[in-house]
């Protein structure tokens, strides 16, 4: 059984940084392309970061140069650092990976950025 588990959201003053971290299992974690995602009040879900299993990364436009994913794929966990964050950062964050053409997401932690 595939399980996502996000940890590390919170309260932030706007310029400051979180990092999330997501744990899996039930998957072959080194093979898979791990994504975050975020979804704000009111708004669709929306891609921030992937990394792939060789360690290349992209980024959506609105996050580049301020967050950085990575991962270990001996502890099967995949991070986001998220640095100089601003009041449009605020959703809950979600870690997802697809195995056989299905989606798996984790239940979220919820990140709140003050101004």
């Not at 399980?3 to 744990?23: I, T």
């Not at 995602?37 to 060789?54: C, H, L, M, N």
């Not at 301020?66 to 502890?75: C, E, G, L, P």
Request: with cysteine.
């Amino acid at each position: 059984q595939v399980q996502l588990v996000e940890s590390g959201g919170g309260l932030v003053q706007a310029g400051g940084s979180l990092r999330l971290s997501c744990a899996a299992s039930g998957i072959s974690f080194s093979i898979r392309v791990m994504h975050w995602y975020r979804q704000a009040p009111g708004k669709q879900r929306e891609f921030v970061a992937s990394i792939t299993s060789d360690g290349n990364t992209n980024y959506a436009d609105s996050v580049k140069g301020r967050f950085t994913i990575s991962r270990d794929n001996a502890k099967k966990t995949v991070d986001l650092q998220m640095n100089s964050l601003k009041p449009e950062d605020t959703a809950v964050y979600y870690c997802n990976t697809n195995r056989v053409g299905m989606p798996y997401w984790g239940q979220g932690t919820q990140v709140t950025v003050s101004s």
